[in-house]
């Protein structure tokens, strides 16, 4: 890809990596992109770099508009491989350029590079840099996703360059929001911005409220949203503003998601008369077996739905190896707003449903018990009860989400 103009003279000059399926344990089924800005100034400015495997594509998309060693600023908007990794690259092209980056995103690089020669300034929110035409203001966003994170607005072109805030995973030709639906689907798009937020940003859920209601204070107009994965918004920046904001708020499906693995296939035969119980009820369902699934994708029909129902069998006294992964990931995106039960079958002796709903209540989510167990192989005694069961959880996900309409 070549680098494409997004607003006079600002351009992308980031690189697509469509190969990639695993971004630090997040599955990417359609690759990703590497997204940096560079303004065309006075002062040449560069915002971010991409992974250091594209170095030398961003060098040559840069090298279209401006032969490097030209540029004065480089701003570091978030310290994460991806994104700065290339940075050493750019300053052997630009030894003298200025860089603009957070106190702790200082600390950071200092443990990849060696900065000594380099001219480091620290900016906070509300810094400005005027680089001719263009001023640069800055947003910190700590924890957005990572200590170090900011934002940089561009005032006169209404143009926010948001670091990995309203990105996507998703390998395109399209550049732009309006682009892509064209060519794929809206729905496509949509569902790519919540499994990125479901998978990344779910615990920050507080931060991203506070954060956008700063942003909305600060008064400042916006045309364009410029994520540093996926397309940019021009087509409608206000729309991922306000996913976001319902994400945030707990907003999501009346629906259950029952994800689950099985060793003898007991397990999996009680999720049938349980989804039927559910759906019986009039809410959706969708039945999720982990080791058929990427975790990412597991991850993201929990956040897509109200109620969850976790499914394992009793192995050594506790749960199934694959459930238990699954809990580790969710208990690190630390979920709310959601109803959560468990089910399973054991053989002489139980222990993975006490142990789910031990695992359920320390992550504080509130829970439906007791759940439904089954020895050995479900009976027909055991199907009636998980169809009551289904029933009787969709009841209280109906109620529970309630609270949110």
Not at 277 to 290: N, P, R
């Amino acid at each position: 890809m070549k680098a494409i103009e997004i607003k006079p003279d600002i351009y992308w000059v980031g690189a697509i990596d469509w190969a990639v399926r695993d971004f630090h344990g997040y599955v990417t089924p359609s690759g990703t992109s590497y997204n940096n800005y560079l303004i065309m100034d006075d002062d040449i400015t560069l915002v971010d770099t991409v992974k250091y495997d594209f170095a030398e594509v961003g060098i040559k998309n840069i090298s279209t508009i401006v032969e490097p060693s030209k540029i004065k600023n480089i701003v570091v908007n978030h310290i994460e491989n991806d994104h700065v990794s290339a940075l050493d690259r750019i300053m052997e092209l630009a030894p003298d350029a200025a860089i603009y980056i957070t106190e702790r995103g200082k600390k950071g690089i200092e443990r990849f590079f060696d900065i000594s020669k380099w001219n480091i300034n620290l900016v906070k929110t509300g810094d400005e840099l005027k680089t001719g035409k263009y001023t640069l203001s800055f947003i910190e966003t700590p924890m957005l996703h990572w200590p170090d994170s900011m934002m940089t607005y561009v005032k006169e072109a209404k143009l926010l360059i948001s670091q990995d805030a309203f990105g996507q995973h998703i390998a395109t030709t399209a550049r732009f929001d309006d682009e892509f639906i064209e060519c794929a689907s809206h729905a496509e798009l949509e569902e790519s911005v919540i499994d990125y937020y479901a998978n990344i940003l779910m615990p920050f859920g507080n931060l991203i409220k506070s954060k956008i209601a700063q942003i909305q204070k600060m008064g400042i107009p916006i045309d364009m949203i410029a994520p540093d994965h996926g397309v940019i918004w021009r087509g409608e920046p206000e729309r991922v503003l306000e996913m976001y904001l319902d994400m945030a708020n707990g907003k999501t499906n009346l629906r259950v998601a029952i994800i689950y693995d099985t060793m003898w296939h007991s397990t999996e035969i009680m999720t049938q008369p349980i989804m039927q119980g559910i759906k019986d009820s009039g809410v959706d369902c969708k039945v999720i077996k982990l080791r058929a699934t990427p975790m990412s994708g597991a991850i993201k029909e929990f956040w897509n739905s109200r109620g969850c129902l976790i499914g394992s069998p009793t192995l050594n006294n506790e749960v199934f190896p694959s459930v238990a992964e699954f809990m580790t990931h969710l208990r690190g995106l630390r979920p709310k707003d959601r109803i959560t039960g468990a089910f399973g079958s054991y053989g002489w002796g139980g222990g993975a449903v006490k142990w789910l709903y031990n695992e359920l209540s320390s992550m504080k989510l509130e829970t439906f018990e007791p759940g439904v167990q089954a020895q050995y192989r479900p009976s027909p005694d055991d199907m009636d009860k998980c169809y009551e069961f289904g029933k009787e959880f969709a009841a209280k996900v109906r109620e529970y989400h309630s609270k949110y309409e």
